[in-house]
T-cell receptor
Framework: AQSVTQLGSHVSVSEGALVLLRCNYS??????LFWYVQYPNQGLQLLLK??????LVKGINGFEAEFKKSETSFHLTKPSAHMSDAAEYFC??????????FGSGTQLTVLP | DAGVIQSPRHEVTEMGQEVTLRCKPI?????LFWYRQTMMRGLELLIY????????DSGMPEDRFSAKMPNASFSTLKIQPSEPRDSAVYFC?????????????FGPGTRLLVL
C-alpha cells in the first residue's frame, strides 16, 4: 500500500519569502514521487518528479524538491515566492501499483 | 502536442440523466487513467487502461459508472443514471508505460454538476 500526507492544507507566505510545502509518503517499494500544481479551474500540471538518481530534483518555475529516504519525505521548496505561485499543490506517490496516490493538497497563498 | 483533451469542459445535467465524458490521450501514450476530484475525497483513481484494456476498475464507485477505450486515441466515462453526489471534476490522464519510469499528464478536466 502507498499513501501520502501533506502537512498543512493552507500555507501563506509573503512575496519574496521562502516557500516550503511538506510531503511525507509511505511505500512498500522504492517510490516514484511527483509534485503537481493546479491553478484555479485548470488541470494538474507536473512541477517535478523523482524517479531514481539525484535526490535533489529541480522543476519548473524555480521549484525544487529533495527526496529523503530516511525521513520518507519529499518537501517542495522555492527560494522566493511570486504572486503567480498562488495555486494548489499536490504531492503524489507511485509505488508497486501503477496508479498515483495523491495527498490532500496544499493551497498556497502569496501575500503582497 | 496538444496534450490530453477532454470534453465537455463543463456539464450541467439533471438527476437521472446519462452523462458521457470524453478523453483523447496524448499521441503515443499507451496508458489512460480516469480520476475524480471532490472536496470531500480529494483526487481518487476510478479506472485505468493499458493498451486499451481495463486493468484496475476498483475505484469505480458503483455500477452506474462505466468506462470504455475502444482505441488508443479515445476513451469515455459514462454515468447512468447520474445522481447529485456524482458532482465533481473528472480528470483524464495519460502516460507511456514502457516498463520503467512513467509520468502521467493530465487533461483540463470536466466539471460535472448534477442537479
Amino acid at each position: 500500500a502507498q499513501s501520502v500526507t501533506q502537512l498543512g492544507s493552507h500555507v501563506s507566505v509573503s512575496e519574496g519569502a521562502l516557500v516550503l510545502l511538506r510531503c511525507n509518503y509511505s511505500s512498500s517499494v522504492p517510490p516514484y514521487l511527483f509534485w503537481y500544481v493546479q491553478y484555479p479551474n485548470q488541470g494538474l500540471q507536473l512541477l517535478l518528479k523523482y524517479t531514481t538518481g539525484a535526490t535533489l530534483v529541480k522543476g519548473i518555475n524555480g521549484f525544487e524538491a529533495e527526496f529523503k529516504k530516511s525521513e520518507t519525505s519529499f518537501h517542495l521548496t522555492k527560494p522566493s515566492a511570486h504572486m503567480s505561485d498562488a495555486a494548489e499543490y499536490f504531492c503524489a506517490v507511485r509505488g508497486s501499483a501503477r496508479q498515483l496516490t495523491f495527498g490532500s493538497g496544499t493551497q498556497l497563498t502569496v501575500l503582497p | 502536442d496538444a496534450g490530453v483533451i477532454q470534453s465537455p469542459r463543463h456539464e450541467v445535467t439533471e438527476m437521472g440523466q446519462e452523462v458521457t465524458l470524453r478523453c483523447k490521450p496524448i499521441s503515443g501514450h499507451n496508458s489512460l487513467f480516469w480520476y475524480r476530484q471532490t472536496m470531500m475525497r480529494g483526487l481518487e483513481l476510478l479506472i485505468y487502461f493499458n493498451n486499451n484494456v481495463p486493468i484496475d476498475d476498483s475505484g469505480m464507485p458503483e455500477d452506474r459508472f462505466s468506462a470504455k477505450m475502444p482505441n488508443a486515441s479515445f476513451s469515455t466515462l459514462k454515468i447512468q443514471p447520474s445522481e447529485p453526489r456524482d458532482s465533481a471534476v473528472y480528470f483524464c490522464a495519460s502516460s507511456f508505460n514502457g516498463g520503467g519510469e512513467e509520468t502521467q499528464y493530465f487533461g483540463p478536466g470536466t466539471r460535472l454538476l448534477v442537479l
